[in-house]
Nanobody
């Protein structure tokens, strides 16, 4: 089993930056596809970003492309999401996810964190 714990959320103003972290434990996730999803109040959970196993390739939702950067430190078993130029519409609970498949592009991840709240005020 893999446990994922997110941190780094908070209340910020528009145009501010935040960096989310997700620490994995239980197994080494260096070869796993790791992703970030978010869910705003009253909306379905949506894909934000993904990084393939061993960091070979990334993918982003159009709404965050150019503003968010996903990265990983396999030595620390940690996933990051650098969020710049934040907008009020980025307000959501952000979830970290992991798939045992190294090049997974779906949304049915094997493991999920509990989420961290990001609130962006205008």
């Amino acid at each position: 089993q893999v446990q994922l714990v997110e941190s780094g959320g908070g209340l910020v103003q528009a145009e501010d930056s935040l960096r989310l972290s997700c620490v994995a434990s239980g197994r080494t996730v260096g070869t796993y596809t790791m992703g970030w999803f978010r869910q705003a109040p009253g909306k379905e959970r949506e894909f934000v970003a993904r990084i393939n196993g061993l960091g070979r390739g990334t993918d982003y939702a159009d709404s965050v492309k150019g503003r968010f950067t996903i990265s990983r430190d396999n030595a620390k078993n940690t996933l990051y999401l650098q969020m710049n130029s934040l907008k009020p519409e980025d307000t959501a609970v952000y979830y970290c996810s992991a798939s045992t498949r190294p090049f997974y592009s779906g949304s049915l991840y094997d493991y999920w964190g509990q989420g961290t709240q990001v609130t962006v005020s205008s």
